[in-house]
C-alpha cells in the first residue's frame, strides 16, 4: 500500500469539475514538488501535471494542479468523456530516497 | 521526438532472471536519468530504479537485493535485470525517462511489456 493516498474511485457528469486528492507526509509531499500523471485504459502513463501546478505542452488548461503543505490536488474542470482514465500522484519520498507513486485513482464520467 | 521500447521475454519462469532493455531513439542518452517503473494486473504503478548515463544507480530498496540496472551509452540502451522471480513480479515494465534527480518527473515513456512469471 503506498504512503500517498488518494481515493479509489471519483466520478462525475460531462461539464462537471471534479478533484483528486493526494496525502502524503513531510517526508514526501510536504517537501518535495508533486507531479501527476494521466493513465488511459492499456496506454502508458502521461505527465499530465508537473512541478505542483503546471502543465506540460498540449495538455489542456482544464487540469490544473496545488499543492498545500503535505498534500497535493488535482482538478479537472468542463468534464469529458476523454477524460475517463486512472490517475496518479507522484514525489520524490525521502525515507525511500526515492520516487514515490499514489495508488491511483480511477476517474469514471458517466 | 523521443521514443522509449522495451524488449524482452514476455514469459519467465519462477526462480529465473528477467531481463528487459529499453531502446531509446530520438535523443541521446547522456545527460539524462533513466527509470524502470512496473505495473501488476489492476494495481499502481512502482518505482524499480534508475541510472543516470554515467552509470550511477539508484534502486528501490523493497527490490534493490534482486536488481541490476546497466547502461550502453554506444547503443543508446539501458537494462533491468531482476532475479529470483516470483509470481508478485508479474507486470507491465515500463522504461522511462527521469528529467533530473530526487524527482518524478517523468517525461517520456515505452509502451510497456507485459511480463508473466509462471511455469
Known amino acids: 500500500q503506498s504512503v500517498l493516498t488518494q481515493p479509489p474511485s471519483v466520478s462525475g457528469t460531462p461539464g462537471q469539475r471534479v478533484t483528486i486528492s493526494c496525502s502524503g507526509s513531510s517526508s514526501n509531499i510536504g517537501n518535495y514538488i508533486v507531479n501527476w500523471y494521466q493513465q488511459l485504459p492499456g496506454t502508458a502513463p502521461k505527465l499530465l501535471i508537473y512541478s505542483n501546478d503546471q502543465r506540460p505542452s498540449g495538455v489542456p488548461d482544464r487540469f490544473s494542479g496545488s499543492k498545500s503543505g503535505t498534500s497535493a490536488s488535482l482538478a479537472i474542470s468542463g468534464l469529458q468523456s476523454e477524460d475517463e482514465a486512472d490517475y496518479y500522484c507522484?514525489?520524490?519520498?525521502?525515507?525511500?530516497?526515492?520516487?514515490?507513486f499514489g495508488g491511483g485513482t480511477k476517474l469514471t464520467v458517466l | 521526438q523521443v521514443q522509449l521500447q522495451e524488449s524482452g521475454p514476455g514469459l519467465v519462469k519462477p526462480s529465473e532472471t528477467l531481463s528487459l532493455t529499453c531502446t531509446v531513439s530520438g535523443d541521446s542518452i547522456s545527460g539524462y536519468y533513466w527509470s524502470w517503473i512496473r505495473q501488476p494486473p489492476g494495481k499502481a504503478l512502482e518505482w524499480i530504479g534508475y541510472i543516470y548515463y554515467s552509470g550511477r544507480t539508484n534502486y528501490n530498496p523493497s527490490l534493490s537485493s534482486r536488481i541490476t540496472i546497466s547502461v550502453d551509452p554506444s547503443k543508446n540502451q539501458f537494462s533491468l535485470k531482476l532475479s529470483s522471480v516470483t509470481a508478485a513480479d508479474t507486470a507491465v515494465y515500463y522504461c522511462a525517462r527521469l528529467q533530473g534527480g530526487r524527482t518524478t518527473n517523468f517525461d517520456y515513456w515505452g509502451q510497456g511489456t507485459l511480463v508473466t512469471v509462471s511455469s
Open positions: 507522484a514525489t520524490w519520498d525521502g525515507s525511500l530516497d526515492g520516487p514515490l
